[in-house]
T-cell receptor
Framework: GENVGLHLPTLSVQEGDNSIINCAYS??????FIWYKQESGKGPQFIID?????DKRQGQRVTVLLNKTVKHLSLQIAATQPGDSAVYFC????????????FGPGTRLSVLP | KAGVTQTPRYLIKTRGQQVTLSCSPI?????VSWYQQTPGQGLQFLFE???????NKGNFPGRFSGRQFSNSRSEMNVSTLELGDSALYLC?????????????FGQGTRLTVV
């Protein structure tokens, strides 16, 4: 698959550690956010979403935090596994009636054995 | 439940030709969005179709067009292909009625223009 940017920021973590992937979003009017995971040769896979009326949302092994004051989103992955190695994108949307998401540049997560 | 299906997976075309890509959304989903993914520009929104109507459009030239059928399947067309159109084209489907919702992607069609 197209794993995006020629110079993607990379985060390397030890297997079993927690990972934190950060994203600065662009529009203060954005009210809906999604984190995606993209593995080589595949399309982006939905991980978790959050709306602007929330600060935190938890899923299975993942937590998304939203700080609207500084337009910052983070994805926390607990007990990172080798299968978590991928490129992670945040996506924002400010159109209540549309599905036109603006994607961040992505972060490559590399899990070390 | 079947996921989003895109066909074909790979295409090689010559400059100046045109190409049509197809996307079948998840059953029950009425919104289909198209994105272009390149190493240099990342993921960029092309357009969205909902109930056979284009609801949103990104910042791409008119050579890029699309349509949606009554069964929600969508096609996108690129005419007069340029080398820079080489990319992974992704479609995403969602329920997306009255508010923005989760969007699920297909595997993409990799287009190479030579």
């Amino acid at each position: 698959g197209e794993n995006v940017g020629l110079h993607l920021p990379t985060l390397s973590v030890q297997e079993g550690d927690n990972s934190i992937i950060n994203c600065a979003y662009s529009n203060s009017a954005s009210d809906y956010f999604i984190w995606y995971k993209q593995e080589s040769g595949k399309g982006p896979q939905f991980i978790i979403d959050i709306r602007s009326n929330m600060d935190k949302r938890q899923g299975q092994r993942v937590t998304v935090l939203l700080n609207k004051t500084v337009k910052h989103l983070s994805l926390q992955i607990a007990a990172t596994q080798p299968g978590d190695s991928a490129v992670y994108f945040c996506a924002e949307n400010w159109d209540n009636y549309g599905q036109n998401f603006v994607f961040g540049p992505g972060t490559r997560l590399s899990v070390l054995p | 439940k079947a996921g989003v299906t895109q066909t074909p997976r790979y295409l090689i075309k010559t400059r100046g030709q045109q190409v049509t890509l197809s996307c079948s959304p998840i059953s029950g989903h009425r919104s289909v969005s198209w994105y272009q993914q390149t190493p240099g520009q990342g993921l960029q929104f092309l357009f969205e179709y909902f109930s056979e109507t284009q609801r949103n459009k990104g910042n791409f030239p008119g050579r890029f067009s699309g349509r949606q059928f009554s069964n929600s399947r969508s096609e996108m067309n690129v005419s007069t292909l340029e080398l820079g159109d080489s990319a992974l084209y992704l479609c995403a489907s969602s329920l997306a009625g009255a508010m923005n919702t989760e969007a699920f992607f297909g595997q993409g069609t990799r287009l190479t223009v030579v």
